[in-house]
């Protein structure tokens, strides 16, 4: 596939933190949620190798921020998704998969409850705000629906407890996974959670003034010489391997939650109101034909702009591969795909082709570290 530069323009937003980012080197850019948001700097696997022994400060503005607060807000929020959140606490995260009224999913948002009667929904990439406000009104509810200005840096990796708690003081290092905080910095308060789309460790920070978004960016720089940061971005291989799943990627609206193995987020005995409740309980009873699963493919490379098949010896379709890169690790292409129930118990191998060739591989399960 060629290699053709995104065109910025005002539909396509930069980020308060853009013009850093640039200047740091940034190689490739994906879009978002409408924004921008860096794929690549030196080279995926320079990167990859990077994030896993030190920090890295990431540009992840595009994870916006549906805010949801007012009398009703609880109501709403809980409508969205079919996790029980009726004892849920202000100061928390909760990975919360959004359910339309069919039980597809929608979204997997981190929804943190900031107080009784409001919550910040931080999105995957689809257009969630617009979900909220149809049900809203369908429902006459009161509440008030926007998209806060608020654009996240998140420090990744296993040096980045030592960056932030020379920023913010020894204390940060006790903030539990999923939970988040305010924490002063030069006369600012920051909103920081223990969260973000590694494996590594980290924190994202929550960043309502731009001016003050900027200063920390080149303040983390400064004093993060001594732990050899970088910039850096959500890794597609240390991604893959941990089994981060991607909505738009991984699974969209035309899979429900068991399909993506989200069961334990799936509240179906609670007394809460979720939409789809009653189309999860049948499929729940009946089973699911297909889920994600891993792969592994005796390959060194795979470019994935759409879905692959993956076929038995009879031709017979064993699934679709809907993400996948060549893991340094395993030293093969690894991938997240929806396989078919006869395939998904047997790891026998499948065979799938790669610019006009056959390869082999097998079916796994996940996460593969």
Not at 303 to 318: A, G
Request: with cysteine; aromatic share 14%; charged share 30%.
């Amino acid at each position: 596939m060629k290699k053709i530069p995104i065109i910025k323009s005002r539909r396509l937003r930069s980020t308060p933190y853009t013009d850093r980012i640039e200047s740091n080197g940034v190689s490739g850019y994906t879009v978002y949620n409408h924004m921008l948001l860096p794929v690549s700097f030196k080279s995926l696997e320079s990167d990859y190798q990077h994030l896993k022994k030190f920090v890295q400060v990431w540009d992840v503005a595009a994870e916006r921020q549906v805010e949801i607060s007012g009398k009703d807000s609880a109501k709403l929020v809980q409508l969205m998704t079919c996790r029980d959140l009726s004892k849920s606490k202000i100061g928390k995260c909760y990975y919360s998969p959004l359910i339309d009224d069919k039980g597809f999913l929608v979204n997997d948002p981190i929804i943190n409850k900031l107080a009784e009667d409001k919550w910040w929904l931080s999105i995957a990439d689809s257009d969630v705000i617009f979900f909220a406000k149809g049900l809203a009104a369908g429902n006459k509810f009161e509440v008030d629906i926007k998209e806060p200005n608020v654009n996240i840096l998140a420090v990744q990796g296993p040096l980045s407890d030592d960056l932030m708690a020379k920023l913010f003081g020894e204390e940060i290092k006790q903030l539990k996974f999923f939970n988040f905080k305010y924490f002063d910095f030069k006369g600012k308060k920051y909103f920081i959670a223990r969260s973000g789309w590694s494996k590594q460790g980290g924190f994202e920070v929550y960043v309502e003034d731009n001016a003050a978004g900027q200063d920390l960016f080149d303040y983390l720089f400064e004093l993060g010489k001594e732990f050899n940061v970088r910039a850096g971005c959500p890794n597609l291989i240390e991604r893959i391997e941990s089994a981060l799943l991607s909505y738009g990627s991984d699974f969209d609206n035309r899979d429900n939650p068991f399909e993506a193995n989200f069961d334990k987020f799936v509240n179906l005995d609670s007394e809460v109101n979720f939409l789809g409740k009653e189309r999860l309980k049948k499929i729940k009873q009946v089973g699911i034909k297909r889920k994600l699963m891993g792969i592994k493919i005796n390959h060194n490379k795979i470019d994935m702009y759409c879905e692959k098949t993956l076929f038995d010896d009879n031709n017979n379709i064993v699934g679709y591969v809907r993400s996948a890169t060549y893991s340094p690790t395993f030293n093969q292409v690894i991938g997240i795909a929806m396989i078919n129930k006869p395939y998904w118990y047997s790891k026998d191998q499948f065979k799938i082709e790669i610019d006009e060739k056959i390869f082999v591989g097998t079916v796994c399960d996940l996460p593969f570290i």
